[in-house]
């Protein structure tokens, strides 16, 4: 009998490799940014299911986290400069 943390594992690979393949094909970059942040969160669960927990709160914190926020920040600075000209 196969374990559940399989098939959870498999559904966050899926969500993972659809995101990213969201987040290159899609033409609004702010909506790449949040699936970004989103794959990025999925891959924090995915260490937390291999028994890595340190490393699913670091993932957690800096790259979903921090990085997210610095893009949207980003993405607001380009958007109030684009609108100044």
Do not use: C, H
Request: glycine share 6%; proline share 1%; net charge negative.
């Amino acid at each position: 009998m196969v374990n559940r943390v399989y098939y959870l594992g498999l559904i966050i690979a899926f969500i993972m490799a659809f995101g990213s393949l969201w987040a290159l094909l899609t033409d609004d970059l702010f909506k790449a940014i949040v699936v970004f942040g989103i794959v990025s969160l999925s891959s924090s669960v995915m260490f937390l299911l291999m028994q890595a927990p340190d490393v699913a709160i670091t993932e957690a914190a800096i790259g979903s986290g921090i990085t997210t926020a610095l893009f949207i920040f980003t993405y607001k600075k380009l958007e109030d400069r684009k609108d100044e000209r």
